[in-house]
Structure formats: structure tokens, C-alpha cells
Nanobody, 126 residues
Framework: QVKLVESGGGLVQAGGSLRLSCAAS????????MAWFRQAPGKEREFVAT??????????ADSVKGRFTISRDNDNTKITVFLQMNSLKPEDTALYYC?????????????????WGQGTQVTVSS
């Protein structure tokens, strides 16, 4: 059974940092690209960052470039993907989703991704 479980969200002041984690199990995730998306209240879900299966290729939304870093830990039994978020802004407040696709390299479109987690809430106060 494929499962993506996010954790690490919370309430932080503007300028602070948070590190999100996504634990992936039940599939061949070591060969999958992984990504983070987010959805703010009243807005559509948007791409944040993606990382290739081997971890060598990353892509970021312009709004988070230079502040967020995506990384992954490819263990044989469980894959963990991280999103280090620094210099957080109130506009980063959203529900953050982890996603996975069987493609080794993927982009920023939601329909490229096959599996989704339930999300973890990030709230940045001003």
C-alpha cells in the first residue's frame, strides 16, 4: 500500500525556519521523483519544489528560490523527502503536500504526480 506521510508543519514567526518531512513507503520510491506543493486558503494548489529520483536534479518555484531547499534520503526500505524552509514569510502560509511520480525526473505540473499525502499545515505569523 502506497503511503506518503508529511510532518514538521507548525506555527512560526516571519523570518523563521521549518523543516518538513515526507515519509514514503509501499512503492519503489527510490526510482520516483518527489515534490512539494502547497495550497493557501482560497487559492489553488501550487508547485513548490521537486527532486529527481537520484537527488541530483531539483527545481523550485520562483517564489521560494533561495529560501527553500528540497532533499531526499534514499534508504532501501523507506524514502524520506525534506523541505527546509528558511526566511519564511506570511505568504508561505499554506497546507503543504508531498507528491510522488514514477518518472525519474518530473516537473511542476500536478498531473505528473501519481501519489499524494494528506498535507501538513504551515502558518507564518507577521
Amino acid at each position: 500500500q502506497v503511503k506518503l506521510v508529511e510532518s514538521g508543519g507548525g506555527l512560526v514567526q516571519a523570518g523563521g525556519s521549518l523543516r518538513l518531512s515526507c515519509a514514503a513507503s509501499g512503492g519503489s520510491f527510490s526510482s520516483y521523483s518527489m515534490a512539494w506543493f502547497r495550497q493557501a486558503p482560497g487559492k489553488e494548489r501550487e508547485f513548490v519544489a521537486t527532486i529527481s529520483s537520484g537527488g541530483s536534479r531539483t527545481k523550485y518555484a520562483d517564489s521560494v528560490k533561495g529560501r527553500f531547499t528540497i532533499s531526499r534520503d534514499n534508504d532501501n526500505t523507506k524514502i524520506t523527502v525534506f523541505l527546509q524552509m528558511n526566511s519564511l514569510k506570511p505568504e508561505d502560509t499554506a497546507l503543504y503536500y508531498c507528491a510522488a511520480t514514477h518518472w525519474g525526473v518530473a516537473g511542476s505540473e500536478e498531473d505528473e504526480y501519481d501519489y499524494w499525502g494528506q498535507g501538513t499545515q504551515v502558518t507564518v505569523s507577521s
